[in-house]
């Protein structure tokens, strides 16, 4: 081990297996350390960057040897850009290791026993696989250590992503690899015409500037939304031709776009789902195909941003459910409805429940426009309104869906499940671990019958899991 001034840094440490968060994992002195950007196979010179009791985190600041399992990342961008961790590590080892961590959790963290669990489905598309994109305006740039070295004199205005750990600066972005066109060509003119035009990009620091945000959605039938976000200092009369001649020229250049729309935000955050969204021209909504169904996506509306690896997630909540047709079922964080509406032909009813009132509008909107007539939709919180008033009122559930945030279900919600005790659940996942923390306290009256682990974000860490819990017979 050798010190400088500031930080340890550990000498030739060989990386040993992947871990969470992108990270992989090191071991020294009978401690592990988790470190970003390298994969295992590698030997590096590690510095410590956080120490704590059980565990240290660290950086590499040289390299020995790089693994042969190394492949070239695709990306220009990568290794600034957070979006993607892991673009220098072959797909087949990135799936495995999902397939681990949802096995580590389940075992570690809901220590069940469990059935054997399936192999993980991996995404046909890894790259162009997102549907939705969104990019932030900023006068504060982000300069790679090279743009840095060449002492040139860089535009501080940016078009991109936030950079990790520096969230008011943003990494302008050349070409994504995300999403697939028109969306970079939308972009890089967006940001050519601004800059041209001398268009103020948004201060995060001082809260001022014209430009905000760029959100970019596109679908399976080709249709095409684009978002555009102003500062407060749209709201002056005299900035007003200048938003319209922005718009216009969007609108002009991009024929295929079929829903454009324009926010104008006065506040400190970037979030508009509390503000109008004014339509500037086109549908005000763009529409995804799944199976026979049709579901409009509005400027606030949730949709899975990978569509192709949302059907397989789907289609595995309906095979785990086996419905034959005379079930009640409840679709707890159901968002828009997307799961309650693809299952509802094969149950007797399905009642919807979410805590964002504009998801619920969008879920009734989905059944209207798909002729679906059995399904049910309310706002609220899931923890207040599943209580024995509302299951007398609509029906005891024979099967609940559930699908919660990252943070997993309130410890309310899960003890109401335990209550009303239906035949099965079935509990999707973006959380492993929080998944596995529920399984354990539904324990007391489940089994776990089924695990199936998809993969929604090729090249990141995150993975998606289905779970189907039986009630135990006593």
Not at 186 to 195: E, F, T
Request: hydrophobic share 40%; with cysteine.
């Amino acid at each position: 081990m050798a010190t400088n001034s500031r930080q340890t840094i550990i000498k030739a440490l060989p990386i040993v297996q992947m871990a969470a968060e992108g990270k992989c994992i090191a071991r020294y002195d009978g401690k592990v350390i988790f470190v970003k950007g390298v994969a295992p196979g590698d030997v590096a010179d590690i510095r410590i960057i956080k120490k704590k009791k059980q565990y240290l985190e660290g950086i590499p600041v040289a390299f020995h040897q790089f693994s042969e399992a190394r492949v070239e990342p695709f990306c220009q961008h990568f290794g600034e850009c957070g979006g993607c961790q892991w673009q220098h590590v072959p797909y087949t080892m990135q799936v495995a290791h999902k397939q681990q961590q949802v096995a580590d959790s389940l075992e570690r963290i809901a220590k069940v026993k469990l059935p054997t669990i399936r192999p993980i489905l991996a995404a046909e598309n890894t790259q162009y696989y997102r549907n939705k994109l969104e990019f932030t305006f900023s006068t504060d740039r982000w300069l790679t250590q090279e743009e840095i070295d060449s002492g040139k004199a860089w535009d501080k205005n940016a078009l991109g992503f936030h950079k990790p750990q520096s969230f008011h600066k943003v990494l302008p972005i050349q070409h994504c690899y995300l999403q697939p066109g028109p969306s970079n060509a939308i972009r890089l003119a967006i940001d050519k015409y601004a800059k041209e035009n001398g268009l103020r990009y948004y201060d995060i620091k001082n809260h001022e500037g014209l430009l905000r945000t760029l959100v970019i959605r596109t679908s399976n039938t080709g249709e095409v939304m684009v978002i555009v976000q102003f500062g407060g200092d749209a709201q002056a009369n005299e900035t007003r031709p200048v938003v319209e001649d922005l718009l216009n020229f969007v609108q002009n250049s991009f024929p295929e776009i079929t829903s454009l729309h324009y926010v104008i935000n006065p506040k400190k955050n970037d979030t508009f789902s509390d503000l109008d969204v004014h339509l500037h021209a086109g549908k005000p909504y763009i529409v995804e195909k799944m199976e026979a169904l049709s579901f409009r996506i509005g400027p606030k509306s949730f949709f899975q941003t990978n569509a192709q690896q949302a059907y397989a997630l789907y289609n595995t909540a309906r095979d785990f459910a086996q419905l034959k047709g005379s079930e009640i079922v409840y679709d707890l964080y159901t968002g828009t409805g997307t799961i309650a509406n693809f299952i509802a032909k094969n149950a007797k009813k399905v009642i919807g429940i979410e805590y964002v009132p504009e998801s619920i509008e969008d879920a009734k909107v989905n059944a209207k426009i798909n002729g679906i007539t059995n399904t049910k939709f309310f706002a609220g919180d899931i923890k207040e309104t599943l209580q024995s008033d509302f299951t007398n009122l609509h029906g005891s559930p024979d099967v609940i869906i559930t699908d919660p945030p990252r943070s997993g279900m309130h410890p309310d919600v899960v003890k109401t499940l335990l209550y009303l005790a239906p035949q099965k659940i079935v509990y999707v996942s973006c959380n492993p671990a929080t998944q596995a923390r529920d399984i354990a306290i539904l324990d007391e009256k489940y089994q776990v019958e089924k695990v199936q682990p998809i993969d929604m974000f090729p090249h990141t860490h995150h993975v998606e899991n289905v779970v189907l819990l039986r009630l135990k017979v006593i």
